[in-house]
Nanobody, 126 residues
Framework: VQLVESGGGLAQAGGSLRLACTASQGTFTDYTMAWFRQAPGKDREFVAAINGRGRSIYYADSVKGRFSISRDNAENTVYLQMTSLRPEDTAVYYC????????????????????WGQGTQVTVSS
C-alpha cells in the first residue's frame, strides 16, 4: 500500500493541527493504520494506531487525551487530530500500514510496519 501524508505545519503551543494519510493500491480495511513521529536525534516513536474497522485504538501515553486517531474507510484515509500541542510534539510525523488489521502486542513497534508515508513536519512553537 502506498501512503501520502498531508496537514503538517507550524502551530503555537496549545494549538491544534490535523494530519491526514491517504492510502492507495491495497484493501484499506486489511490494514492496521498507525502514526509514528521522529524528532531530530531521536528514535522513531509510536503515537497512535487504529484497527481495520476503526473500533480499537492504541495511544502513546505522551499523547493520550490530546491526540485522536480516526479513519474513513470509504475514503482510504486515516487522520490524526492533535490538540493542546506542546513544543515537545515537534517532529516529522509518519503514517504507517501493517497487516493484520487487528491490534496486537507488536502494534507499537515501528519495525513491524512494511509501508510508510514520506512524513510531514509538525513544528510547535512555545
Amino acid at each position: 500500500v502506498q501512503l501520502v501524508e498531508s496537514g503538517g505545519g507550524l502551530a503555537q503551543a496549545g494549538g491544534s493541527l490535523r494530519l491526514a494519510c491517504t492510502a492507495s493500491q491495497g484493501t484499506f480495511t486489511d490494514y492496521t493504520m498507525a502514526w509514528f513521529r521522529q524528532a531530530p536525534g531521536k528514535d522513531r516513536e509510536f503515537v497512535a494506531a487504529i484497527n481495520g474497522r476503526g473500533r480499537s485504538i492504541y495511544y502513546a501515553d505522551s499523547v493520550k487525551g490530546r491526540f485522536s486517531i480516526s479513519r474513513d474507510n470509504a475514503e482510504n484515509t486515516v487522520y490524526l487530530q492533535m490538540t493542546s500541542l506542546r513544543p515537545e510534539d515537534t517532529a516529522v510525523y509518519y503514517c504507517a500500514a501493517r497487516w493484520p488489521p487487528d491490534l496486537t502486542s507488536q502494534t507499537r513497534l515501528a519495525r513491524v510496519y512494511n509501508d510508510w508515508g514520506q512524513g510531514t513536519q509538525v513544528t510547535v512553537s512555545s
